[in-house]
C-alpha cells in the first residue's frame, strides 16, 4: 500500500542553524502539506502547496519558512534560522482530491525535530 | 473562528466494554470531518471522513457519526490494541488545511 516517507525521523540542530524535513508524497497526489505538532498540544496546520506553489499558509508560517518540490518525487520543509520553540514533530501529508473539494490526507510517521 | 472539541480528553475501559468518543465542531461550511489514530510518536493514520449530517462509516470494531454539530466514533467490543490517541479533524470552507481537536486518549485494560 502507497504511504508518505518522510526523513529524517529525528534531527537534532543548533539553534540558528537551518535544517530541511524531507518527505516523499503518495505518488499519485496532487496536494502536499505540513503540519507540526509540539509536545502534548494539538495538530497545527503550517502550508499546503499545489501546482507547484503555496495554495494555503497558517500564522506560523512565517519568513523563517520555506517549501519546495525540487524534483517529481520530493516534498521539503526549511527552516532557515531554528528557534528553540520549534522543537516539535513535523509531518508531511497528501491527498488527491475526490469528492469535488474535500480530500482525505495521508500522513507521514513524522520527523522531531529537536532544537538546541 | 473555527473549533474543533474532543471529549473526554482520556478514556480508560476493560476490554470488552464499549464506548464513544466525542467530536463537536463549530466551523463555516463544513465539506469533511475526519477521523484518526495516532500511537505514540508516529504520525496520524486515517480512519474515516464523514461529508454530511446522517453519514455513518464502520471498520473492524470502530463506527464514526455524524450530526450537524457533532461526531461519535463508537467503539465495540475493544481490544488493548485499540489504545491509541483518536483525533477529530475538519475540513471547512474554501479551504484545504485540517483543523484539529486535542484528540481522546484512549486505553483499553485487558
Known amino acids: 500500500e502507497p504511504e508518505v516517507t518522510q526523513t529524517p525521523s529525528h534531527q537534532v540542530t543548533q539553534m540558528g542553524q537551518e535544517v530541511i524535513l524531507r518527505c516523499v508524497p503518495i505518488?499519485?497526489?496532487?496536494?502536499f502539506y505540513w503540519y507540526r505538532q509540539i509536545l502534548g498540544q494539538k495538530v497545527e496546520f503550517l502550508v499546503s502547496?499545489?501546482?507547484?506553489?503555496?495554495?494555503?499558509k497558517s500564522e506560523i508560517f512565517d519568513d523563517q519558512f520555506s517549501v519546495e518540490r525540487p524534483d517529481g518525487s520530493n516534498f521539503t520543509l526549511k527552516i532557515r534560522s531554528t528557534k528553540l520553540e520549534d522543537s516539535a514533530m513535523y509531518f508531511c501529508?497528501?491527498?488527491?482530491?475526490?469528492?469535488?473539494?474535500?480530500?482525505?490526507?495521508?500522513f507521514g510517521p513524522g520527523t522531531r525535530l529537536t532544537v538546541l | 473562528e473555527d473549533q474543533v472539541t474532543q471529549s473526554p480528553e482520556a478514556l480508560r475501559l476493560q476490554e470488552g466494554e464499549s464506548s464513544s468518543l466525542n467530536c463537536s465542531y463549530t466551523?463555516?461550511?463544513?465539506?469533511?470531518l475526519f477521523w484518526y489514530r495516532q500511537d505514540p510518536g508516529k504520525g496520524p493514520e486515517f480512519l474515516f471522513t464523514?461529508?454530511?449530517?446522517?453519514e455513518e462509516k464502520e471498520k473492524e470494531r470502530l463506527k464514526a457519526t455524524l450530526t450537524k454539530k457533532e461526531s461519535f466514533l463508537h467503539i465495540t467490543a475493544p481490544k488493548p490494541e485499540d489504545s491509541a490517541t483518536y483525533l477529530c479533524?475538519?475540513?471547512?470552507?474554501?479551504?484545504?488545511?485540517?483543523?484539529w481537536g486535542a484528540g481522546t486518549k484512549l486505553i483499553i485494560k485487558p
Open positions: 501529508a497528501s491527498s488527491f482530491p475526490t469528492s469535488g473539494f474535500t480530500d482525505t490526507q495521508y
Open positions: 505518488s499519485n497526489h496532487l496536494y
Open positions: 502547496f499545489y501546482n507547484n506553489e503555496i495554495s494555503e
Open positions: 466551523v463555516s461550511g463544513l465539506r469533511g
Open positions: 464523514l461529508y454530511s449530517a446522517g
Open positions: 479533524a475538519v475540513q471547512a470552507g474554501s479551504n484545504y488545511q485540517l483543523i
